[in-house]
């Protein structure tokens, strides 16, 4: 038996298993560059990790607090400018890519735009970013979700997957050929898309989840794969991976910040 | 057009009050790295308003210039988010009350429309990805200049395209600069160089001033020219609570402070007037920082050298004439080559 993991260790491990060796992969800021660091550790040591402020093939030492981080490694081997690191995903050098969802509808078309109306929000989400490019663009795209919604109508559409479903986005001649998203990762499992309706399905689900928890959260009647099965237990080399590179991540945000005003507050108080 | 040889050295009030005006475009260089908050707080003390702000990638800088009632229009990919479920930030309490008006862009197509600035061009293709979404359906002050389609000329293709960007004014901050404004940058490129480019004027900031060598022995890291800048501001901790490749680190305390505080209006005016309205210079406001916390707080970002290994700018000579006066490729002195240009009569009085 494997040494105990918090769900956090278990989304970064499983969103790692998407990086292929030799792959060229664009990161976001968080869960993706933890995850990014795991795979080149333990699984694919000539993958090439990039993100979109122009920091191209690093090695994350410390959990980064952005996508401009140069902070958090010791140098780089190509620094070019955010301008090419998109038109190098438009021609085609990006394998994969990671985005995360605020909301998203049963063909992974995806909002991080905006909860309510537009003009006059519920919620101001960030907005795109780098998402709508990297969605279009890399060859496939992993989505993940943590304290977003699945909806039947976005609220604002900000990143194409699969638009109206079926052959629409190949047909629409504005992406490549096969492109879009391939996996969404969620809190509670892990959802593919259709070959041929290119809808959503449940394809694992994590230990101690069930079929009936999953399917409260989703607003449609969600499919879920003949074939279910649990996701993999993290191993004890990815647990101990994880929480020596970004034990922040590990733990999760909440109990970090707790803990962390608490010690800022404590040492600025022992100086004074 | 400055001068490549004019000492552009001064205050960050002096600067604000000579390059930034009421009404202009107004465009923040830094790219969610380091961001040149000494400059928006001056320009928040200045009270200057009704900016067109462009940033592209907003973190507390545009938060701030929001909640200090400078901004009328914003174009961004990006805004942070301070609260959970509750209290987004200066901008969503903006878009609520309907203070501000807003034009989102993706990273690209936002960064292009500077690329076209600053190389003189009216408008650049862009990635068309975006035209099956709202950001391409959904449009706000600019109205049918957010995007139009043409087709290519040599493919007949559509090509979707985005209008030039030409800010009346940068702010920006590096890791050092000349005092003719040479200014040098590394790390997480970004759309820094794009950004200052593209703008009639620009103010840099940065954490140090050094001397013309210094630039000349590694030009490759400059990305703004002399020429091009109107201002040069010393700010040591200049970024603070951002962050400096090679300076510091970001202040992840004192940041989360801005950002809890930020979530609501009245909490976040508070902070605003102790650490931007109080503290009229970026040294006040570190005393102060000191003061309440304590200078280890500060000394614990302070960054280790990791210094880059240096790059050989050198030649093989760099005089015509080698070390017996003779010129290197015809062999002959000066008094030779003059006497022979003589002779042969190619000398006019």
Redesign the interface.
């Known amino acids: 038996m494997s040494k105990k993991y918090t769900l956090n260790e278990l989304l970064i491990i499983t969103c790692a298993k998407e990086i292929k060796d030799y792959q060229n992969v664009m990161l976001g800021v968080g869960l993706p560059t933890t995850a990014g660091a795991l795979a080149k550790a333990l699984y694919a040591p000539n993958a090439t990790l990039m993100m979109e402020s122009g920091i191209i093939d690093f090695e994350p030492l410390v959990p980064l607090n952005h996508i401009a981080d140069a902070h958090s490694c010791q140098g780089f081997s190509y620094a070019t400018d955010l301008f090419s690191a998109f038109t190098m995903t438009y021609r085609g050098f990006v394998d994969v890519c990671f985005l995360g969802v605020g909301q998203i509808d049963k063909y992974g078309n995806v909002n991080t735009t905006c909860v309510g109306d537009y003009r006059n929000p519920e919620l101001r989400l960030p907005g795109s970013g780098g998402a709508a490019d990297f969605i279009s663009y890399a060859k496939k795209t992993v989505l993940t979700l943590r304290g977003g919604q699945f909806v039947e109508k976005l609220d604002y559409f900000t990143s194409p997957g699969y638009l109206e479903g079926g052959s629409s986005r190949d047909d629409s001649g504005l992406y490549p050929q096969g492109s879009g998203p391939s996996m969404l990762l969620s809190t509670r499992g892990v959802f593919r898309f259709d070959p041929e309706t290119k809808e959503m399905y449940l394809s694992r689900i994590h230990p101690g989840v069930t079929i009936e928890e999953v399917r409260k959260e989703v607003p449609w009647d969600l499919k879920v794969s003949p074939n279910l099965s649990q996701t993999d237990h993290p191993t004890d080399r990815e647990i101990d991976f994880v929480r020596r590179l970004a034990p922040t991540e590990s733990v999760g945000r909440k109990v970090r910040t707790e803990l962390f005003i608490e010690n800022a507050l404590k040492r600025a108080g022992k100086r004074k | 057009m400055t001068q490549n040889n004019e000492n552009k050295v001064m205050s960050g009030r002096e600067a604000v009050s000579s390059f930034v005006h009421d009404g202009d475009e107004l465009i923040i260089g830094n790219?969610?790295?380091g961001t040149c908050t000494e400059l928006v707080f001056e320009i928040c003390r200045q009270q200057k308003e009704n900016f067109t702000l462009y940033s592209?990638?907003g973190?507390l800088d545009v938060d701030i210039l929001v909640n200090a009632g400078c901004v009328d229009r914003l174009v961004?990919?990006?805004?942070?988010?301070s609260g959970?479920?509750t209290g987004?930030?200066a901008?969503?309490r903006a878009?609520?009350d309907?203070s501000i008006e807003m034009e989102?862009?993706?990273?690209?197509?936002y960064?292009?429309r500077l690329?076209a600035g600053m190389h003189g061009f009216t408008f650049m293709p862009v990635?068309?990805?975006?035209?099956?979404?709202?950001?391409f359906?959904?449009r706000?002050f600019m109205g049918k200049d957010k995007y139009r389609v043409i087709e290519c000329p040599y493919t007949g293709k559509k090509v979707l395209t985005v209008p030039a960007a030409n800010p009346d004014v940068c702010i920006v901050h590096v890791q050092r600069a000349d005092k003719y404004g040479n200014a040098q940058y590394?790390?997480?490129?970004?759309?820094?160089?794009?950004a200052a480019l593209c703008s009639d004027r620009i103010i840099v900031s940065c954490e140090e001033i050094v001397d013309h060598d210094v630039i000349k022995r590694s030009p490759n890291f400059t990305i703004i020219p002399a020429f091009r800048v109107n201002a040069v501001v010393e700010a040591p901790w200049g970024v603070h609570p951002t962050?400096v490749?090679g300076y510091y680190?970001?202040d992840?305390?004192f940041y989360?402070m801005f950002t809890n505080a930020n979530t609501r209006a009245d909490k976040v005016k508070e902070w605003m007037d102790e650490w931007v309205y109080g503290c009229p210079d970026r040294e006040t406001y570190i005393n102060h920082y000191i003061n309440?916390?304590?200078?280890?707080?500060l000394d614990r970002l302070r960054?280790k050298p990791?210094y880059?290994a240096p790059a050989n700018y050198g030649a093989a000579f760099t005089s015509a004439w080698d070390e017996k006066g003779k010129e290197r490729s015809m062999g002959i002195t000066l008094d030779e080559m003059e006497k022979l240009l003589d002779e042969r009569g190619m000398l006019y009085e």
């Open positions: 790219y969610t790295v592209q990638s973190i961004t990919t990006y805004v942070m988010r959970g479920k987004g930030g901008v969503e878009l609520q309907g989102d862009y993706t990273n690209f197509n960064n292009a690329a990635l068309e990805g975006v035209m099956k979404t709202d950001l359906k959904k706000s590394w790390g997480a490129l970004g759309s820094v160089a794009a962050e490749l680190n970001r992840l305390f989360g309440k916390y304590g200078s280890g707080m960054a990791f880059s």
